[in-house]
């Protein structure tokens, strides 16, 4: 797992497709960058980032961060989990022209549901753009919704 | 924001069909406005790099929270004069459903417009309104043109 876990945003084509990458992770969490890119624009006047850009690198990380979770070993890429909800706290707007950077943690796992905070910040922890906690089910069934 | 002053000084305030267009991000997930007399509803067309999870073709949890997002603020500059794009403050999901290969449709609802905040609550679903795929509520910070 831990060896696929870096490949795995590469599987996830709309992770792909605003460009996340893995930066770190370690046994509860995961550090994970967004570059950025014009098509990510929220405001044309200012350049900044959408917040659903940022929606969207707190939710892959705070997921990322339970498959880290030492105690999860058999939550597995096999296993499904979903996420129930996701709340964003947006702190300071983004800059223009930078990176985004998210710190996702899973700090309390049970055999169902795990628990996840995360920060966003450009280039300091202590400065964060936004912040979340999320819960996820863990081991849902793992088939298309008919 | 310059597009929504342009919009309202050739009458088209309420062209949020207009708006949706001058957002690189909005225009990156395809997302377009259908409106109806006064009643508005946001459309993302299913899409191949919206995916979070390909086994099961399912829309990325990011995707489905950016969209109740726009929802809510197309909403709220719908009801509203404001020139600027309100600010999130917060908004807080509760997925409810796996969000399948399909269409999905979007409403929001603005329960309290004060001053400086407003209140709004959006909801997304597929093939039945009465089975939505997501819902959300979240404070939007209004700025004064």
């Known amino acids: ?146 | 924001m310059k597009i929504l002053a342009e919009l309202r000084q050739q009458g088209r305030g309420q062209d949020m069909q207009a708006l949706v267009e001058h957002l690189p991000y909005a225009r990156f997930l395809g997302i377009s406005v259908d409106r109806k007399g006064n009643e508005i509803t946001t459309i993302l067309p299913f899409s191949d790099h919206l995916v979070g999870n390909v086994r099961l073709r399912a829309l990325h949890g990011g995707v489905i929270g950016a969209f109740l997002e726009i929802t809510s603020i197309v909403q709220l500059l719908f009801d509203t004069s404001c020139e600027r794009l309100p600010k999130t403050i917060d908004i807080s999901i509760d997925y409810l459903r796996s969000g399948r290969p399909v269409e999905t449709y979007g409403r929001a609802i603005v329960t309290r417009h004060g001053r400086r905040v407003a209140n709004v609550r959006a909801e997304m679903w597929q093939e039945s309104r009465t089975a939505p795929v997501a819902a959300s509520h979240g404070h939007f910070l209004l700025t004064p043109a």
Do not use: W
């Open chain 1, 1 to 146: 797992m831990s060896e696929n876990i870096d490949d795995h945003l590469a599987h996830i084509p709309h992770a792909a497709a605003i460009g996340m990458t893995l930066v770190s992770r370690n046994a509860s969490g995961c550090v994970v960058r967004v570059a950025y890119a014009e098509h990510l624009v929220g405001d044309p006047d200012t350049g900044v980032i959408h917040g659903g850009v940022i929606t969207a690198l707190l939710d892959n990380a705070s997921g990322m961060a339970v498959r880290s979770d030492p105690d999860g070993a058999d939550i597995g890429e096999e296993r499904s989990m979903a996420t129930l909800d996701l709340r964003i706290d947006y702190m300071r707007p983004a800059q223009p022209r930078q990176d985004l950077y998210c710190d996702a943690h899973c700090y309390r796992m049970t055999s169902n549901v795990a628990f996840v905070r995360a920060i966003a910040y450009h280039d300091d922890r202590n400065d964060p753009i936004a912040s979340s906690v999320a819960t996820f089910m863990l081991g849902t069934k793992a088939a298309p919704r008919q």
